[in-house]
């Protein structure tokens, strides 16, 4: 069983990340052995929450009493791109919140030096359970489209983008490596409304449609090719319909469709249903049995560099090639 080590205890810690470990701990496939943050109270209160006797504020402190075989840096970016240097030195595998630095350029520079020490950017659009079978089910398929509706209500957000990233990089995940992108920006009543396209290395055409401030909260996705089409409603805090489901087609006809009931997930397992609890999965088989990582720095450096540049684009439209 994978010994963890946390760093970061504060809100979305909190709200996903403790509460996936916690049902991790209890069906015995992940033990959290400590956990830090500068906060002592919020140190004290995850240590609480996983059932631990003592917590920290120190790394140095953790590292050297506790036996840890990798450790989940949930900081600040400014913090985390440091972090990742400090256990690189160590030889700790981790998983990192995104977006792992603070620009592609420092992104570049850590991949050089994690080089090939195991680690996950936990991107968690990309461990989803609704995501999982579109994949599986779209797996060796000439795709022709990705298509993502990212919407949000009364957003207004002056780094929206910190949001949208999100979809960006499961958009990504699916095309692969992009060569040009192509982006219309519109701003109506001080919101930044983007219509984003992409042409992949394979002639996958990805369609990124993101609204801050609309009538409801969404995020759809549709996966094409010319046999099978499968559609995504990612299940979200706030989405209009939670708990989502993924329905899969072939040749006109529906195929599968499950959702939170159908998979056996509670209805109001967030940290499930959004891929948290799989991430972590995926770093123990990772750390422990030399799976290859599926979210890395390298892989998805292109999501931080498309997001740098549509967040340095003015109003109207743009192109690049990347």
């Keep these: 069983m994978l010994q963890l080590g946390l760093i970061g205890c504060g809100g979305w810690a909190s709200n996903m990340h403790i509460p996936a470990l916690a049902a991790l701990q209890e069906q015995s496939q992940i033990k959290v052995a400590a956990v830090c943050d500068l906060n002592q109270e919020l140190a004290q209160q995850a240590a609480g929450k996983l059932g631990l006797n003592t917590h920290y504020q120190d790394i140095d402190a953790m590292l050297e009493k506790e036996e840890i075989q990798a450790l989940s840096i949930l900081a600040p970016v400014h913090v985390t791109e440091h972090l990742i240097e400090k256990v690189t030195k160590l030889g700790i595998p981790f998983l990192t919140e995104k977006p792992p630095a603070t620009s592609a350029q420092k992104q570049a520079a850590l991949i050089d030096l994690v080089g090939n020490l195991p680690h996950i950017v936990a991107y968690n659009r990309r461990f989803g359970p609704y995501m999982d079978i579109a994949r599986n089910w779209m797996a060796g398929l000439d795709l022709q489209s990705v298509s993502v509706a990212f919407s949000r209500h009364q957003r207004l957000d002056e ?3 910190n949001t949208f990233v999100h979809g960006l990089d499961a958009m990504l995940s699916f095309i692969g490596p992009v060569t040009d992108a192509q982006a219309i920006i519109n701003i109506k009543d001080q919101v930044t409304n983007i ?5 992949g290395k394979n002639n996958c055409i990805g369609h990124l449609l993101v609204t801050p401030n609309n009538a409801v909260s969404m995020e759809h996705y549709e996966i094409r ?12 805090f706030g989405m209009y319909d939670l708990p989502g489901s993924v329905t899969c087609w072939e040749h006109k006809e529906r195929k599968q469709h499950e959702d939170a009931e159908s998979l056996g997930i509670a209805t109001d397992d967030m940290p499930r249903l959004g891929g948290i609890v799989n991430e972590y999965l995926h770093l123990s088989d990772v750390v422990l049995n ?4 599926r979210s890395t720095l390298s892989n998805t450096l292109q999501t931080q560099q498309i997001r740098e540049w549509i967040d340095q684009q003015d109003e109207g439209l743009s192109q690049t090639t990347l």
């Design 159 to 161: 780094q929206f983008s």
């Design 290 to 293: 030399k799976e290859t990582p």
């Design 225 to 236: 090719s010319a046999s099978r089409f499968t559609e995504i409603a990612f299940p979200q």
């Design 195 to 199: 219509s984003l396209q992409v042409l």
